[in-house]
């Protein structure tokens, strides 16, 4: 195992998979620097809106779920997981398979409580695979953000070797509805940072990553991790955007990095009004225009729960082709002070922060290194 | 085997009704209207929690196996009765909203991280309030809750007497290992599974421990 400067054991990044409306992680990085994006314009959950919506084919969640966490096993130097720990981060767990029974009974009797819980996913896995232990986080849409921020320290402080991050969150009436009621979904595909942007698309989406002390020869390096509370509101971020900013900060210190050490920002980039002026706001003060920033929402939808693993997988892949996505969907940047690219920029890309933000004014910020 | 770690139990407390906890003191912890009518009966009981640890501001780590149930129950009962979904309830119905509450009425910036691990809720919760607390050397508050007040409820329970329920801690992780009293199976009668460690630590509190071993 590799230690850094303050004698803490490094956490790599040796392995991940991931489906979202887009396909798997090749076919996700071939939409996001093609522009073509998942989201398709859909009326299922909102029988007289349509709305932009991040759709994956499946038959069953759980089995499509069982089979993203094999592949990465099998292309990892494991026999099996029973010597790693599982982190979960969901904000719905079993919401989907409830709502199926209460909408049909109007009652709860077929309800299993378990299957319920945000643990159901954990528990699923941990059936099929029998990790060493499990644990599942809820902070909403920075439920895996938080994820990777735990299993990172763990690592950090010698508690485990091998760590399993998933981010997994299916589709349901309860997020497309409650998120209608907020006013926030776009009828078409979201453009992030875009100033005609008119909300975001709830998307669905399973992202795995495999973290371990020791380096291998396709790792990248989660080299920091920062969160922060906005203690503002309850859905809107704090236009001052100082929650932001800070989780950015922990993050660069975490890194022992400054601003300028940055190469991309993989913004969190919802495509709402709120979100996106607040985040490009905070970017702007904290890293000035120079640092490319784009938001691959626009190819995904928000995957909420499971958002971050997939934006760290997406930044993985980003410093591994070493080239940067622009910005799909975007006419004309809002932010004209921050460098929203508009084509794709073949470069080194050392460095690369992506950024989670959720209700509650809960922020994450994470950070990945070129190794 | 995972790191073991000591704490030092610097508080706590813990609370339950059979259908809803009665004294919960919330005009004096949250003297605006404006926003105590706004709060969940979890964020009311990880208040008062909060509160009677003595706990103003820092790191949090909150736990709960079924969190919301009662926003997610109005938000599924207004589509399926086709009706307008409150934003408030929506908004309310995220795993993270007790602890968003404290953050917002008490200025706090700090990370709160929430555990919902099924019935090891609280056991995971203090496993990532000791990380927390180790990383930073800073004092953690550690707090669970669960409601399950909601109509109908007895389709899907027939073991939990208190229907509401909490416990909270502050912990900090100190380097001595002597005397630490390590953490056994233990059942708070009548309080759902998904509490049981954390009423644990806090019956051993009250009963003059200070010391906690437990492991990463």
Do not use: W
Request: charged content about 20%; aromatic content about 6%.
């Amino acid at each position: 195992m590799q230690k850094t400067g303050n004698e803490m054991i490094k956490a790599f990044v040796n392995n991940y998979a991931s489906e979202s409306c887009a396909g798997d992680t090749k076919n996700l990085m071939h939409s996001i620097y093609n522009h073509k994006t998942g989201i398709t314009l859909d009326k299922t959950y909102m029988q007289d809106t349509q709305v932009g919506l991040g759709m994956m084919k499946y038959d069953d969640f759980f089995e499509l779920l069982h089979k993203v966490v094999d592949d990465v096993l099998q292309k990892s130097n494991l026999d099996n997981f029973h010597d790693t720990l599982l982190i979960v981060g969901s904000s719905v767990g079993g919401m989907k398979e409830s709502e199926g029974h209460y909408f049909r009974d109007k009652n709860y009797k077929n309800i299993d409580p378990d299957r319920h819980a945000i643990s159901v996913v954990a528990q699923s896995l941990d059936d099929m695979f029998h990790f060493v232990s499990n644990r599942s986080i809820s902070t909403a849409c920075t439920s895996s953000a938080n994820a990777l921020l735990l299993a990172k320290r763990l690592i950090n402080v010698g508690a485990y070797d091998n760590i399993l991050v998933v981010g997994a969150d299916a589709l349901c009436y309860t997020t497309v509805c409650g998120f209608y009621a907020l006013s926030v979904l776009s009828c078409d595909v979201c453009k992030p940072f875009d100033e005609a942007r008119e909300g975001m698309n709830v998307s669905e989406a399973i992202g795995a990553i495999l973290l371990q002390n020791k380096q291998s020869e396709d790792s990248v390096e989660l080299v920091g991790v920062g969160a922060s509370s906005d203690a503002y509101h309850m859905t809107n971020p704090d236009p001052s955007a100082s929650g932001a900013i800070k989780s950015m900060q922990n993050a660069l210190e975490d890194a022992k990095l400054k601003p300028q050490d940055i190469d991309y920002i993989n913004a969190h980039g919802t495509g709402t009004l709120a979100n996106d002026t607040v985040e490009a706001f905070g970017v702007e003060k904290l890293f000035g225009s120079d640092v490319c920033m784009s938001s691959t929402k626009a190819i995904t939808g928000h995957t909420l729960g499971a958002a971050a693993a997939i934006e760290a997988i997406i930044s993985c892949e980003v410093i591994k082709h070493s080239l940067i996505p622009s910005q799909a969907n975007l006419q004309k940047a809002q932010n004209q002070n921050v460098n929203v690219l508009k084509q794709n920029k073949k470069q080194d890309v050392k460095y690369v922060l992506s950024n989670s933000f959720a209700f509650g004014g809960n922020n994450t910020s994470v950070i990945f290194k070129k190794v | 085997m995972a790191k073991r770690v000591v704490l030092e139990i610097k508080s706590g407390y813990k609370v339950y009704g059979v259908k809803k906890i009665e004294d919960l003191q919330e005009k004096r912890i949250v003297p605006k209207m404006i926003i105590r009518r706004r709060l969940t009966r979890n964020a009311k009981i990880m208040l008062y929690l909060a509160d009677m640890c003595g706990f103003e501001g820092g790191k949090i780590v909150y736990a709960s196996a079924f969190g919301e149930l009662q926003s997610t129950v109005g938000i599924t009962d207004a589509i399926l009765n086709k009706t307008q979904i409150s934003p408030t309830l929506f908004q309310n119905s995220v795993y993270n909203s007790a602890p968003s509450y404290f953050s917002l009425l008490n200025g706090d910036k700090d990370e709160i991280i929430t555990i919902s691990s099924g019935m090891n809720s609280s056991k995971d919760a203090l496993k990532t309030a000791a990380l927390q607390s180790l990383v930073s050397g800073e004092d953690v508050l550690c707090v669970a809750t669960e409601c399950l007040d909601i109509e109908n409820i007895e389709d899907v329970n027939s073991c939990t007497k208190y229907l509401e329920a909490g416990a909270g801690v502050v912990l900090r992780v100190i380097a001595e290992k002597e005397d630490a009293k390590e953490l056994g199976d233990y059942k708070e009668d009548g309080v759902i599974e998904s509490l049981n460690d954390l009423m644990q630590v806090v019956n051993l509190y009250n009963d003059g421990t200070k010391k906690i071993a437990l492991y990463l």
